[in-house]
C-alpha cells in the first residue's frame, strides 16, 4: 500500500518541484545556508542534533570564529573546543568534532572530504552528516535522513511500521532517491528538513499550508497524528546524584570526568549516584555519617578538609535541591551539600587547619600537602590534570555541564 503511494507520487507529480518551489519561497535565512563551505556546513549539521535552531546560532558563530577551520579546530585543544561548545549540551557532539577534525589532518591534508563514502569514514561523521554534507557543499545526489525527515516521508506514505528501524530508514533511502533531483539535491534535503520543521511538525501539522497535501496519504486518510508509528520508549532511568560542592572563600572545587561515557572530560562538581528511582527519603538515609563520608572519599580526589568533612557529616549535613537534568537515556536527580572551608588565602586561617593533631580516625587520610607546599595559588592548581579551585567568575572558562547551572547560581545567590 504505502509502496503504492510512493509509485503515484512520484508517477502522478513532481514532488521535488512542489518541495523546491515551496523552499525558495518561504525559506529561513539562517547564517549556514548563506555558505557553501563544507566545514560550516558539518559544525551548523552537528550542532543541529538536538539543539534548536535559535540557540544554535550563536554558537555556530562563535565556534567558526574561534575555529574557522579543520586545521584550527584540530590544533586546538580539546579543553578549548568543550569550553566553546559548553551550554549547548551533549558535549560528545564537540568530541567528536575534534577527533574527525584531527583526523582530516592527519590522513587527508587537513581538507574535507568531497563526496558521501569518504566522509562516511571520518570519525563521528554518521550516514545522516555525510549526506548533508556532500548533497548541501558538493551536489551529491544522497539522502540525508533526520527526524523531520522521518516524521515527513512517514506521514505522506502513512507508513505503517516503527520508523526507527533499518527496514524503515532502508526504504526510506530508496524512495528519496527516487525523488531526490540531480540538480539542487542538497536544496531538496533541506527543503524536507525545514518542512518538517516549519509546517509539518510533530504536534501541530499546518496541513492546510503544506505543498505536499494533495498527494499526503497520511493527510488524505485524515490520519496525520498516526504517524511517524514509534516502537515503545523504554523508561529513562532516574538516578539520585548526591554532588559534593567544596568552598573555600570565593572558590569552589572542581574536577575533571574520566575520558569515557557520560560527560566525557567535562569538569564538574563530583558526586556519586545513590540510587536508581526516585525515593528521595531513601536516599537521603543513605548519606548519612559514615556512610556518606565515605561517598566523599570515593568520589573526592582532594584529601586536605577530609577530618573537616568527616565532622560535618557526623554534626549532619544540610541537602540542597533537588534539580533534574536529563540525559538521553537517564534522568539525574541532583542534590547537593556544600562545605564551606577556611579560606586559606586568608593566612589567619592557615594555622589551625595545619595544626590538627596527626592521628586520624582509622580509614581517614592525612592531608596529602606538607607544610612547605600548602601554598594557595588558584593559576597553579588550575594546571592540575584533574581537578582545580577556581572562583565562580572563572567557571565561564572551564566546560562545565549544564547540569550544574543551578548549583552555580545556589552559590552566586548565596554569595550576594
Ligand atoms: S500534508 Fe500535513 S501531514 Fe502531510 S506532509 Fe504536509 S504537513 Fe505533513
Redesign the pocket.
Known sequence: MANDVANDIVEEHSLSSLLLAWFTLEKRDLPWRRTGDPYAIWVSEVMLQQTQVKTVIPYYEQFLQRFPSVVQLATASLEDVLTVWSGLGYYSRARRMWEGARYMCDQRGGKMPQDYDSLLLVPGIGKYTAGAIASIAFGQRVAAIDGNVLR?VS??LAWPEPVETVRSHRHFGELLGKWQPAVQPGDFNQALME?GAM??TPKN???GG?P??FV?E??LQDD?FLYPVKKPKSQRQVVTRLTFVLRRGDQVYLQKRPSHGLLADLWEFPGVELSQGNDLKESILNISGDNGFGFFQKTVSERMFDELVREQFERGITLHGPVWYTFSHRRWKIIWAIFDFPDLDNPRNLPELLERPESKPEGVSAPRESVGEYRLDSRKDHQLEDHCWVTLQDLTGLPLPVAFTAIVDDLKTSEE
Do not use: H, N, T
Open positions: 515527513v506521514r505522506l518542512l509546517i509539518c501539522p499546518d496541513c503544506c505536499l497535501a499526503c497520511g493527510y496525520v
